[in-house]
Structures are given as structure tokens and as C-alpha cells.
């Protein structure tokens, strides 16, 4: 890890237009940064797409195929605090439906903190977790017979560019086999009044949680950032539906990072793109989808409309 982060990290600083990768954002403290964020006022994603797992678990049961007639693994990608999963799993529970839950995640601190959750609420289910790269976990997974589920929640795919998430869902599909089925949970283009402040919160959260990966490389890298000179920028275009978060140099200035043994120069005004948070629409996620082995069957969406999950049938 430690030797993928320097490369990682001196490929994106020497870049023309500078960044740095969001899976970056969770070690330890990014992951405990993360869950407040989750849970800001201004942090509408999560609050819906909890509702839909809270109003219409019974409907997502059905229309994932989750019944009590044969055993499933539900596979969760990325799966945080499992807050809304737990939802889910207690109405399985309730319903006899014979399962294994595996989590999936690289940052072995969300998944401790995920199995104590689970064990401590839940303690009949069954949890299997994984820790690591999503599809090297998946490519374990494909000697089972057993139909699998697959969660990709909190707008997650959001992360990446179209182009990016149609090559992630195609080598989900890959790892799949016909008939089984993902949860894409994805955040809908709305406006900037109600998208800029969930980016950007009165209590700074966001804004630590972006300027950590400065800590991160001084911590882990020995790099000199003084995160008293950096400022945590977001934008949003409402047009495109293209949420933004980057770090921005609030001086000229140069940063040695000792790990790698390079000095970086920074322009006053220079930022760092850290993160896109794409926003989707039925439009958006068939044009991402048609070179996929996945196709729509249901879509469900909070009383607001903000957020949506889409049940995929993987063909």
C-alpha cells in the first residue's frame, strides 16, 4: 500500500491539472470523518436512500428475488457503518431467508467496525467479510453457485467518470452469472442549493475530510504540506449534473514530500481535483449501463426524489 500511495501520489501531483485518488480519503480517520459526514444535516444522501431501505424493504426484497426458498450470498460493496444494509438484513432475517452477508472493503478499519455492528444488532446473521480490492474478493466468490446480490450503495459510482463506471460495471457483470442481480444506488440531479451544501457544511466536516489527504501524505509520506494553506473548494454544475471537490493552494508555494523525494510546486489559486460525485438520471444510468451485461427492472426513490436505487438484472 504504502508504495502504491507514493506512485499514486507523485503521478497525480507531476500531472499537468494536479489530483489525487478518493480512495485515498479512508484510513482511520477519513473513515470516522466519513460517517459524520453521513450524518450533517446538509447530508441529504444518505437520510434517502435510508428511507427507501426503511419504507420499501419489503419491495426490494421482491424485486430482488429474495426469498426464503434458496440461499443467497448478498455481497455489499464498500458497505461504511451498514447502517441502511441493516435494514435489509433484518427483514431477510424476519422473513427466513437463508443467506451469508460479505462485506467487501479495502480499508480493514470500516470492516471491523462493520462486523461489530452487524454482530452486536444482528447477531444471527451470517457475515463473511472480505478485505481488499473489490474484484479480486468478487474473483473469489465465482466457484460458488449460490445466486449472489450485489449492493453498491450511497452513490458511490458517483465517484467515477461515465466512462470509468461503464468499464467497473462491466467487470462486475463479468464476476456474475445470469440472472443475478445489483442494487446501484445513485444520487439524482437536483439543484445547486440543495447538492453545493451536502459538499460543503457549516461545521467544516467536508473540508476536513478533503484536507486529511494532505495529513495523510504528511503522516504517511513525510510530505511538508501546512494544511493551513490549502482550502477546500466544491463545485457543482447543475447542467451536467457534476459534483467536484478539489484542494486549492491558497499561496504560491513548494511541498516536499521526503517518501518520494520530490518537491512540488504550487501556483496561488492551484488546485488538486481529489473527488467527482456524479448526479444521475434514468437517461444518464441507461447511457452508463448500455454497454453492460446489466438492464433495468425496478427503480425505487425516497419521497423527495433525491436519490434513487435501481435494481439491475444482469442478462
Not at 452477508?101 to 444471527?124: G, Q
Amino acid at each position: 500500500m504504502f508504495e502504491q500511495f507514493a506512485k499514486d501520489v507523485d503521478v497525480g501531483l507531476s500531472a499537468q491539472e494536479k489530483n489525487l485518488s478518493s480512495k485515498y480519503f479512508y484510513n482511520k480517520i477519513g473513515d470516522e470523518l466519513f460517517v459524520k459526514i453521513m450524518n450533517m444535516p446538509e447530508y441529504y444522501l444518505t437520510r434517502a436512500e435510508l428511507e427507501i431501505f426503511t419504507e420499501k424493504t419489503d419491495d426490494m426484497m421482491a424485486y430482488l428475488g429474495l426469498d426464503n426458498e434458496r440461499h443467497f450470498e448478498l455481497i455489499e460493496l464498500g458497505a461504511g457503518d451498514g447502517t441502511k444494509t441493516k435494514k435489509l438484513l433484518a427483514a431477510m432475517n424476519h422473513n427466513g431467508v437463508s443467506y451469508d452477508y460479505i462485506p467487501i472493503d479495502i480499508s480493514d478499519h470500516a470492516l471491523k467496525t462493520l462486523v461489530d455492528n452487524v454482530s452486536k444488532d444482528l447477531p444471527e446473521t451470517s457475515i463473511k467479510p472480505k478485505q481488499g480490492d473489490y474484484f479480486e474478493c468478487l474473483n473469489s466468490l465465482k466457484k460458488s453457485d449460490y445466486p449472489k446480490v450485489v449492493l453498491f450503495l450511497g452513490s458511490n459510482i458517483g465517484n467515477m467518470p461515465d466512462d470509468m463506471a461503464c468499464q467497473f460495471l462491466q467487470q462486475l457483470a463479468a464476476n456474475l452469472k445470469t440472472h443475478d442481480k445489483l442494487l446501484l444506488g445513485v444520487d439524482l440531479i437536483k439543484p445547486a442549493a440543495i447538492v453545493l451544501p451536502a459538499y460543503d457544511d457549516d461545521q467544516g466536516i467536508t473540508r476536513a475530510f478533503n484536507l486529511n489527504l494532505l495529513q495523510r501524505m504528511n503522516d504517511e509520506l513525510e510530505a511538508e504540506f501546512n494544511l493551513a494553506e490549502f482550502e477546500h473548494a466544491p463545485e457543482y454544475d447543475e447542467i451536467s449534473g457534476v459534483a467536484k471537490s478539489y484542494i486549492q493552494s491558497k499561496c504560491e508555494q513548494r511541498v516536499a514530500i521526503k517518501a518520494i523525494g520530490k518537491v512540488y510546486h504550487f501556483a496561488e489559486g492551484e488546485k488538486i481535483h481529489t473527488e467527482i460525485s456524479r448526479k444521475y438520471s434514468d437517461k444518464v444510468v441507461d447511457d452508463i449501463i448500455s454497454d453492460t451485461e446489466f438492464c433495468i427492472a425496478k427503480k425505487m426513490t425516497d419521497g423527495n426524489q433525491y436519490f434513487a436505487d435501481y435494481v439491475l438484472n444482469k442478462r
